[in-house]
């Protein structure tokens, strides 16, 4: 079947612009992530749903970063007023699971790369 | 608090012979999961193992198995028989029956496989 899927796949912005990022998950799956990686970098860590809800929103970086999804499906990622250091690979996961714990692992979406000028 | 540590930034290994990648990890859930995750150079994120904490056995998925020791609380990654499409950066996480549905992330170890 289909997996995560991001979009766009590049993003080139200037400084001060904002960008919405769309997550399309793995059909079925309730829980949703996001992630970002710099260049060389691991993954941050920035949000997750279970559902439509946010129960965890303590790694988004500042008030400029909010995440919204709906239906239990397609979540947005916004950066308002870009800045450069907003630059990163910015990654999407589903998992199917319901509660905390337990086997389910996450499916990785490819990305989207922001460059910010 | 949970917290994966990577300590190796960079591996390298022959092709044909094992490597162990290592993994420790803080946490005071009694029950979690531990995952490792290959990125190749493509930046796809792929899921390689896992490993529950009341698991009697090593998991073992073909050519990788994970060197599990509870008490030490560590989850090493063994690659045996390496290929040079192993080449890639390698992610040790981990998610506790406590703490919701939140991944908790390594740093990660680049692997280079020689010819």
């Known amino acids: 079947g289909a997996g995560v899927s991001q979009s766009p796949s590049n993003k080139v912005t200037e400084k001060g612009k904002d960008v919405e990022l769309r997550c399309d998950p793995i059909s079925g799956h309730t829980a949703l992530y996001w992630y970002r990686q710099s260049l060389g970098q691991g993954l941050e860590f920035l949000i997750y749903?279970?559902?439509?809800?946010?129960?965890?929103k303590s790694g988004l970086p500042s008030d400029r970063f909010s995440a919204e999804r709906t239906g239990g499906s397609v979540s947005t990622l916004t950066i308002q007023r870009t800045q450069q250091e907003d630059s990163a690979v910015y990654l999407c996961?589903?998992?199917?699971?319901?509660?905390?714990?337990?086997?389910?692992?996450?499916?990785f979406g490819p990305g989207t790369r922001l460059t910010v000028l | 608090a949970q917290k994966i540590t990577q300590t190796q930034p960079g591996m390298f290994v022959q092709e044909k012979e094992a490597v162990t990648l290592d993994c420790t990890y803080d946490t005071s859930d009694p029950s979690y999961g531990l995952f490792w995750y290959k990125q190749p150079s493509s930046g796809e994120m792929i899921f390689l193992i896992y490993?529950?904490?009341?698991?009697?056995q090593n998991a073992t998925e073909g050519r990788y198995s994970l060197n599990f020791q509870k008490a030490r609380k560590s989850a090493n990654l063994v690659i045996s028989a390496s290929q040079l499409g192993d080449s890639a950066m390698y992610f040790c996480?981990?998610?506790?029956?406590?703490?919701?549905?939140?991944?908790?992330f390594g740093t990660g170890t680049s692997l280079t496989v020689i010819p």
């Open positions: 749903f279970q559902g439509n809800s946010a129960p965890d």
């Open positions: 490993q529950g904490s009341y698991d009697q």
């Open positions: 996480a981990m998610r506790g029956a406590n703490t919701g549905n939140q991944f908790y």
């Open positions: 996961a589903s998992s199917p699971t319901k509660r905390g714990g337990g086997t389910d692992t996450q499916y």
